[in-house]
């Protein structure tokens, strides 16, 4: 999340002038939760293969028997709705802690 709002300020500083403003703060948590998610998808897909029937010796088994019959696009099944779940959470999560931790400890960029 830090290092995504640093780059958006870095590549658009018309458009984000510093790290503390709403619109940074907002697309940098959205594009924390699309790269988490790009993580997390495969392993929650794998999980629920494996747990959904006695077909997979284990994970390992699982990746390779699913990539060999359905490609490897098959990993990211259900993207679109994790991704849907957690950029709300992600984005009203990190942007709270952060107005309130800043305006616990009394840096700028409280509420």
């Known amino acids: 999340y830090s290092e ?6 870095r590549s658009a500083p018309t458009i984000f002038p510093n790290t503390d403003t709403i619109p940074c703060q ?15 998808v495969p392993f ?3 999980k629920s293969r494996v747990q959904d029937g006695n077909q997979y010796k284990g994970m390992v088994d699982c990746v390779r028997k699913s ?3 359905e490609g490897p696009m098959v990993l990211y099944k259900g993207y679109v ?5 957690l950029a709300p959470y992600t984005t009203l999560s990190l942007m709270l802690t952060e107005k309130f931790t800043a305006l616990w400890t009394g840096e700028k960029g409280g509420f």
């Open 67 to 69: 990539v060999a019959a």
């Open 81 to 85: 709705p994790a991704l849907v779940k």
């Open 4 to 9: 995504a709002k640093l780059m958006l300020v």
């Open 44 to 46: 929650d897909v794998i």
């Open 26 to 40: 907002f697309v940098g948590t959205t594009m924390a939760a699309f790269v988490a998610n790009m993580f997390c």
